[in-house]
Structures are given as C-alpha cells and as structure tokens.
C-alpha cells in the first residue's frame, strides 16, 4: 500500500489530508513537529510527503532540503505562506508542488494522485523508453535515467531529469513555461508554473560551465526555453 506522511503541526488540518487520503486508499502517518517529522522522513520508506512550513524544532524548508538531498518522492508543500517568494524558495529546494491554506481536500488528493502517477511512470513502473540522446559533450540515457557531461555522471532530480530529456529530445524548438510545466508535470492548471523556471535554473547550474551564459538551454526572452544544437 502507499505510505504517506504528513508534516503538519496542526492537528485538525493533519487530521482533515489523512482522512480524505484514506478514504482513497492511502496509508496515512502523521508527525506534529519538525524534528521528528525529519527523523522519520530520513529513516523510514514513504512514497509521498505532505509537508507545512511553518513547524516547530525544523521549518519546512530545511525538511524539503534534506529529504530532496537523499530521496527522490514526491513532496507537497501546504502552507498558510502566500507571498511568491516562499513558493519560490520551497520550489528550488525540491518540492514538487505548493499548495496555500485554506485548501479543497478534494484538489489535495487529485494532486497527490497525479504526482504519484507520475512519480511509478518516471521509476519505471511501465515498460521503460530505449532512448539515448547525444549532443556535444551531453549524453542522456533514458533507460538508466543517467546523464553524463563530458563523460563525468551529473546527478538530476526525476522532474529534472524529465524537463532536460524532454528538452534534448525537441531541440531548436521553442516551449513556453505553460506547455512545459503541463508536459512535465501534467497537472495542467493545478500548480505554479514559477517551478519551471527554479528547474532550468537548477539543470542549468549543473550541467552548464556557465549558468550565466548557457550552451544548451536557451531563454527565448518573451517566449520560452530552447534547447540548442
């Protein structure tokens, strides 16, 4: 069964995500604090994290960054914190989504459904894609999901893997942050699409020599993002 964690210091909306989960089937487990929350994040097997922000011991962003670190499952931020920043902030260290309070459960667990979904097609659940791509020092194996720059292996999280294989795969063509944030995460209008952005900027730092000055994905000022051969 699936094993979901919740990180939320809030009992009744912890309470409120683990009843409608399990209602879906779901294996639910609840921690009121960050410290403890991390400890079983780092220790234990779960496929999916529900995580808030403002906890107590260890903040939510310290908890993203450290299980992004080590482990590559789904994680989804619900949080009282609306500014664009701190959507931003939680986006570049790894989460896969943002959602502000007060929220609809019923979206919660659609979420939760597609990035699962998407989270076993990306493992290799299903029949794996054969394809290897080479350009210029880059080398994108899609079987192995590895990428090597100049022969050295760089290491992508799932859905930076997926955006820059996606990209290689279609180059000189140009897509806007819309199409690609549908594409990748396929959640269509359900997210931010300031998460693409934080991706290219993080593909870019790296497998580029200068980020500043990128060789393979171009910004299309106005338009988008083009990969380049």
Not at 34 to 42: F, K, M, S, V
Not at 77 to 104: C, H, N, Q, W
């Amino acid at each position: 069964m699936t094993r979901i964690l919740i990180i939320e210091d809030e009992s009744s909306i912890a309470e409120l995500e683990r009843d409608y989960l399990e209602i879906n089937g779901y294996a639910v487990e609840m921690c009121f604090s960050g410290d403890e929350g991390l400890r079983r994040a780092l220790e234990e097997d779960y496929d999916l994290f529900i995580l808030d922000l403002m906890l107590p011991k260890v903040n939510g962003f310290d908890i993203c960054k450290q299980i992004r670190a080590v482990k590559d499952v789904p994680i989804l931020i619900v949080s009282a914190k609306k500014e664009e920043i701190d959507k931003i902030r939680g986006l570049g260290l790894g989460a896969d989504d943002y959602m502000t309070k007060p929220f609809s459960p019923s979206e919660l667990v659609a979420r939760v459904k597609a990035h699962l979904a998407r989270y076993e097609r990306l493992i290799g659940k299903k029949e794996p894609v054969l394809d290897e791509v080479r350009i210029r020092g880059l080398s994108i194996d899609k079987s192995s999901r590895r990428v090597y720059v100049n022969e050295k292996e760089v290491v992508f999280t799932t859905k930076e893997f997926d955006l820059l294989a996606f990209l290689a795969q279609n180059p000189n063509h140009v897509f806007n942050k819309e199409h690609l944030f549908e594409k990748i995460w396929g959640l269509e209008s359900a997210g931010d699409i300031a998460t693409v952005t934080v991706h290219i900027r993080r593909i870019r730092e790296k497998m580029e020599a200068d980020p500043s000055n990128p060789q393979y994905i171009e910004t299309v000022w106005g338009a988008g993002y083009r990969f380049t051969v």
